[in-house]
C-alpha cells in the first residue's frame, strides 16, 4: 500500500513594516567665551578697558563690570559681539573715576546659551594734576575797603599745601610781589585771604611752589571811587529844585557827575557838573536838579582813571507835591 505524505506547510507570509527614524536631537547652543584684557589711556578721571569676546555660533552682546571691588557696581552698555565662532574685540572708555585709586573689571560675554564673566584684573588710576582757582568778594570794592581771596587747590595731594597770595597794582608795571601771609588749604585744598584795604585797582594771583610750580588766573579787584550824597530835602513841591551835594574819595578833580533818576529798569540822566578840588583827600561836587516828579534818584560818578573805577552813591527816595 502506498504511504501517503503529508502535505507541506507553506509559512505564512511575513510583512515588513519600516519605521520612520526618530529626529535627531539639537546639539545645545555653547556658551560664549570672555578674556579680559589690558587697560590704555589711564588718566586722574577716566580709562580704556580692554578684552575679547567669542560668540560660539550664538548672538552675543559684550560689555565690562568695574568698581572698586569684586563686587563691582559699574557697568557699561551692551554692544553687539556677532554670533561667530573666533573672538571678537571689545572695548568701553570709562569715566568719573577717582585719581590715584585702583579698580576692579572684568568683560562678560551675554547670550542665551548664558552670561560668562572674563577674569578679574585691577588698574590704578593717574594722579590729578594741581590746579588753583580764585575768586573776590566783593568787587569792585569801595575806595580802602577789605575784599576776601577765596580759592580751591583741586587735584591729588592739595590738602595741607602753602598758598602765597601776590599783588600787582595798577598801572601793572611794577611784576607781582608776595603779599601777606601765605596760608595753608585744609583737608579739601580750600583757602582764604583777607585784604583789610584795596586803595587801588589791583590784580590778585595765588601761587604753590613745587614741582612743577604753579599759580592761580588773575582776578582784578577794582578799587571803585566812594560817593558821598546829601540832598537839600526829600519832600519838594513839582517844579521846583533840589540840591545834590556830596564828596568823592579818593580825590578826583575834574571827575564827571551826573544825577540819575530811575525810569522802570534804567537810569537815566537828568543833570550833571564836575567834581571839583575839596581837600588833599577828596572832591566835591555840588549842583541843583528840577524835580517835576517824585521818584528814586543817585549820583554817579565817572573818574576817567584806571586806578580807582567808576561807583554811584545810595539811591534816595524824593517825593514831590503838587
Known amino acids: 500500500m502506498p504511504t501517503l505524505s503529508r502535505p507541506r506547510l507553506l509559512a505564512p507570509a511575513l510583512t515588513v513594516f519600516a519605521l520612520a527614524a526618530a529626529p535627531a536631537a539639537a546639539p545645545a547652543a555653547s556658551p560664549p567665551a570672555a578674556t579680559t584684557q589690558g587697560v590704555s589711556k589711564i588718566t586722574f578721571s577716566g ?21 572698586l571691588t569684586k563686587t563691582y557696581g559699574g557697568v557699561t552698555p551692551e554692544v553687539p559681539a556677532g554670533a561667530g565662532t573666533t573672538a571678537k574685540a571689545a572695548s568701553a572708555v570709562i569715566g568719573g573715576l577717582a585719581p590715584t585709586t585702583t579698580y576692579h573689571y ?15 584684573r585691577t588698574f590704578k588710576t593717574a ?8 575768586a573776590a568778594t566783593p568787587n569792585p570794592v569801595p575806595f580802602g575797603g577789605p575784599t576776601a581771596l577765596v580759592g580751591t587747590l583741586s587735584g ?6 602753602q598758598v602765597i597770595l601776590q599783588q600787582n597794582a595798577f598801572p601793572f608795571t611794577t611784576g607781582f610781589m608776595t603779599f601777606g601771609n601765605p596760608q595753608v588749604t585744609n583737608a579739601d585744598g580750600n583757602f ?7 586803595n587801588t585797582t589791583t590784580q590778585f594771583r595765588v601761587a604753590v611752589n613745587g614741582k ?3 599759580a592761580s588766573p588773575i582776578v582784578t579787584v577794582l578799587a571803585a571811587v566812594k560817593v558821598r550824597t546829601a540832598v537839600s530835602t526829600h519832600r519838594v513841591k513839582r517844579g521846583r529844585t533840589v540840591r545834590f551835594a556830596g564828596s568823592i574819595t579818593p580825590i578826583r578833580d575834574g571827575a564827571n557827575v551826573e544825577v540819575q533818576k530811575l525810569h522802570g529798569t534804567r ?8 567834581a571839583r578840588h575839596y581837600l588833599s583827600d577828596r572832591s566835591r561836587y555840588a549842583l541843583r536838579v528840577k524835580v517835576n516828579s517824585g521818584g528814586s534818584f543817585r549820583v554817579y560818578v565817572q573818574t576817567n582813571s584806571g586806578a580807582v573805577s567808576d561807583n554811584v552813591g545810595s539811591s534816595i527816595k524824593i517825593h514831590s507835591y503838587r
Not at 47 to 66: D, E, H, I, K, W
Not at 192 to 198: D, E, G, I, T
Open 212 to 214: 612743577p610750580d604753579i
Open 127 to 134: 594722579k590729578q594734576p594741581l590746579g588753583l582757582s580764585l
Open 192 to 198: 582764604a585771604f583777607a585784604v583789610l584795604a584795596v
Open 267 to 274: 537810569w537815566l540822566r537828568v543833570a550833571g557838573t564836575v
Open 47 to 67: 580709562a580704556q578697558l580692554a578684552g575679547s569676546v567669542n560668540p560660539r555660533g550664538t548672538a552675543t552682546t559684550a560689555f565690562f563690570q568695574y568698581g
Open 156 to 161: 591729588s595731594d592739595h590738602a595741607n599745601r
Open 106 to 120: 572684568r568683560v562678560v560675554a551675554k547670550s542665551s546659551a548664558g552670561t560668562i564673566p572674563g577674569a578679574d
